[in-house]
């Protein structure tokens, strides 16, 4: 088993995270995006969404999509359990996951792909208008964020779930998606001081 990784990037930091919480170590393969790594022949055939990052199994099958990757480990280890536990916390688990990707990470990633210079290559076409429009719909959503985390240390109460790693490297992406994480949102920057200071946070 390998991890085709990604360097930097949310989602392939996302599954690091998610691992080093778990206190798993699988071999890594580097995949260089600014080298376009991920839109090789060879690379293609693991994922033709083209996209990191690509997990091979033992058997040669390979699984993609961050949150796949980190399900399949759930159900290999247990332990901590970072999809909850019981049918009420799995399924706020998930609620927040959702609304962390959907409604916070989308709006921040189409901010970045669509007006950052660097980006002409990799999306195309891009829009800047639809970079711009969606600024007002992160900044709506941290807001929110906000306010639920106003009485509890996690997303979903009081343990640190998966809900927590999307929505910790979604804010560590505003940086390269020039979005600014209002001062005002106290309860969110309290939260995102003590989760960056977690180990797992660097991986």
């Keep these: 088993m390998r991890l ?7 989602n392939a930091r996302r599954v690091r995270i998610y691992l080093a919480e778990k206190g798993i170590d699988i071999p890594k393969v580097p995949v260089d995006l600014g080298r376009m790594d991920h839109r090789t022949a060879e690379f293609t055939a ?3 969404l083209q996209r990191v990052p690509v997990l ?6 390979h699984l993609s999509e961050s949150i796949a990757i980190c399900r399949y480990f759930e159900e290999l280890h247990p332990a901590p359990p970072l999809f909850g536990t019981g049918a009420r916390e799995r399924a706020f688990v998930e609620m927040w996951q959702r609304r962390v990707e959907f409604e916070l990470y989308q709006a921040v990633q189409a901010a ?7 980006m002409v290559e ?14 007002p719909r992160a900044l709506a959503m941290m807001a929110l964020l906000d306010r ?3 009485d509890k240390p996690f997303l979903v109460g ?3 779930t998966v809900a927590d790693i999307t929505l910790l490297v979604t804010l560590d992406f505003l940086k390269p998606a020039k979005i600014v ?4 949102l106290s309860n969110l920057g309290r939260w995102h001081g003590e989760v960056s200071s977690r180990p797992s946070a660097t991986a």
């Design 112 to 118: 970045f792909r669509h007006t950052h210079p660097g």
């Design 181 to 184: 994480l209002p001062e005002q």
């Design 148 to 150: 639920e985390l106003a």
């Design 122 to 135: 990799y999306e195309v076409p891009q829009i800047p208008a639809w970079g711009e429009a969606n600024r």
């Design 56 to 61: 091979e199994l033992d058997d040669g099958s």
């Design 158 to 160: 009081s343990r640190f």
């Design 46 to 48: 693991r994922n033709p």
């Design 4 to 10: 085709f990784d990604g360097g930097r990037v949310p």
